[in-house]
């Protein structure tokens, strides 16, 4: 990296040459210049752990760069990441159980928000406990609702409204004296 040596020098332009700065899994674009883990957590549905998980079942090095990778090395990270499901234990994945086959899944990208949606949807259209809250616009899983989660204005003391009233009946007194 000297000055000295420029023999350093070309292999690093080689290396930016070499660098992908987009690399594209299902429907999202990933940031080439991260890390392998810091990258992945950019993608919806993946988290610091489960990037950890990928990148050492991919055996890629997790803290090297996602776009000076190997094509054979994406390619690799990219079926961990489709079959993520099918590698982790059910506790560690993100649909489990689902309403209609039964199955637990790993959604990830664009699939994740329609799936949040529809499992949405169906509670509200069923009337159950935690629909009713979704349509209400209420806190859904137990939070405390008395002083906070408050949408329509304040509730509460407003004191320079109160000053500004004693200021006129103070007035309209000292009018009538």
């Known amino acids: 990296?000297?000055?000295?040596?420029?023999?350093?020098?070309?292999?690093d332009v080689e290396d930016e040459e070499d660098?992908?700065?987009f690399v594209r899994i299902g429907q999202t674009d990933l940031d080439g210049?991260?890390?392998?883990?810091?990258?992945?957590?950019?993608?919806?549905g993946i988290g610091k752990r489960a990037?950890?998980?990928?990148?050492d079942k991919a055996g890629v090095d997790r803290q090297a760069v996602f776009g000076a990778l190997d094509d054979e090395d994406i390619e690799t990270v990219v079926e961990h990441v489709e079959g993520y499901a099918d590698e982790v234990?059910?506790?560690?994945?993100?649909?489990?159980?689902?309403?209609?086959t039964g199955e637990t899944t790993h959604e990830i990208g664009n699939d994740l928000e329609m799936q949040r949606r529809a499992d949405i949807n169906r509670m509200?259209?069923?009337?159950?406990?935690?629909?009713?809250?979704?349509?209400?616009?209420?806190?859904?899983r137990g939070q405390r609702t008395k002083s906070t989660g408050r949408t329509e204005g304040t509730i509460g003391v407003n004191v320079e409204a109160i000053k500004e009233e004693q200021a006129?009946?103070?007035?309209?007194?000292?009018?009538e004296e």
Do not use: C
Request: net charge negative.
């Open 1 to 11: 990296m000297s000055a000295e040596d420029p023999e350093n020098a070309d292999e």
């Open 19 to 21: 660098l992908r700065y």
């Open 33 to 44: 210049t991260k890390s392998v883990e810091r990258s992945l957590t950019d993608m919806n």
């Open 51 to 55: 990037a950890r998980i990928i990148a």
């Open 89 to 100: 234990p059910a506790w560690l994945t993100n649909h489990q159980n689902d309403f209609y």
């Open 124 to 140: 509200q259209m069923i009337d159950s406990y935690k629909g009713v809250r979704h349509k209400r616009g209420q806190k859904v």
């Open 168 to 175: 006129e009946e103070a007035a309209e007194e000292d009018g």
